[in-house]
């Protein structure tokens, strides 16, 4: 297991699974981990209100109690920057359009720009899919980004965990990334326990 990062940044992205990316903010914070910034893309907004119900004002005011947020569109921000990245950083849920950007070095985005500072860094980047079924352009960009350093973590469930609601399923998905940065957390039951 990496070491365990004393700061990271998350990117929220338009991939369904928006529950999952504010449930990893929150465990970060819970665990003490300086949360630097989250970036959400306007696709994020939007998913949050069709699967949630959450308006965009309050889902900047749920995420704003931890950490700053920025928009998909500032470059301003200190994340913008090679020499303001934190120790790690996860994207969850990651659209297949944000993992192609960062696959094919395009820093058109706030994401992508703060994932491929990471990269360069050699800091490290948790990137977590979620789309079903996975086409060769999808598998490929995920190959690629993971030769270049992140680690890909889909956000799969594992039913060992014997989950009985969908706040089980998130807990164990956001438990999953969370390992993937190296922060050590109980937010799932684990294999043989």
């Given at each position: ?168 399923i998130v ?8 390992d993937a ?13």
């Amino acid at each position: 297991m990496p070491c365990r990062p004393e700061s990271v940044s998350v990117a929220i992205t338009g991939a369904s699974g928006v529950r999952v990316g504010l449930r990893v903010v929150e465990a970060l914070a819970e665990s003490g981990v300086r949360v630097e910034g989250v970036i959400l893309t306007r696709s994020a907004l939007e998913v949050a209100r069709v699967e949630e119900g959450i308006e965009p004002g309050e889902l900047r005011a749920r995420l704003s109690r931890h950490s700053r947020v920025y928009g998909e569109d500032d470059f301003n921000s200190p994340l913008a920057s090679s020499s303001s990245q934190p120790d790690a950083m996860a994207i969850v849920p990651a659209s297949t359009k944000t993992v192609a950007l960062i696959a094919h070095g395009i820093a058109s985005n706030l994401v992508a720009r703060a994932a491929l500072a990471i990269l360069r860094l050699r800091r490290r980047l948790v990137v977590a899919p979620r789309e079903t079924p996975l086409g060769i352009a999808e598998l490929e960009n995920l190959l690629k980004v993971a030769r270049m350093g992140a680690v890909v973590a889909p956000l799969t469930p594992g039913f060992y965990a014997r989950p009985e609601s969908v706040d089980d399923i998130v807990n164990f998905l956001a438990g999953k990334v969370l390992d993937a940065l190296g922060v050590p957390n109980s937010l799932y039951r684990r294999w043989g326990s």
